[in-house]
């Protein structure tokens, strides 16, 4: 169940808008994870956006600069959860939103309420999602740091935003 295919600059300028981030950047960091073999590259249309591509590009955004994409994504990705009740890996947690949110899978995430928190400097990612029946619910992906003193970006991505992307470049 995916969209008909697009050419490659309207999923930049897509993603661009709905993350709300300079389509430069999303371009040099696509054009990067797709010469490291973490995105699938085709020319002049894109192949079909799959869950596992779309939380690849996800991560790789949040990384500073679109040099270090490949690297955030895969770190990031490969986090162990630590607690709630999410998929084992940052990456298998990302891909089960994604598919809920386009509407591959059913599910009780009420997609208007939530947030991800993408921590960058040390690894880690924290879900919180509210479902349909009100329970709000964290899910805390952590692994072990070098350094735990000091300060970590994160990256906020409301579920809202996810969602929206993910019918963007998936859904119906």
Known sequence: MTKPRVLVRDQIRLTAKVLDI?????????????????????????????????????????????????DTEIAIGAVPRIAGDGADTVASELESLINEAAGIVDGEIDFWNGDLLVGIDRPSLVVHVVR?????????????????????????????????????????
């Open 132 to 172: 349909f029946d009100g329970t709000n619910t964290l899910r805390l992906y952590r692994g072990k740091h070098e350094r735990e003193e000091g300060v970590t970006r994160y990256v906020r991505i409301p579920l809202q935003t996810l969602r929206m992307l993910a019918l963007e470049l998936m859904g119906d």
């Open 22 to 70: 300079p389509a430069p950047f999303v371009r040099q960091v696509m054009s990067r994870m797709k010469t490291d073999g973490r995105l699938p590259s085709t020319r002049p249309v894109t192949p079909d956006v799959t869950a596992e591509s779309l939380a690849r590009l996800v991560l790789g955004l949040c990384a500073p600069l679109p040099g270090k994409s490949t």
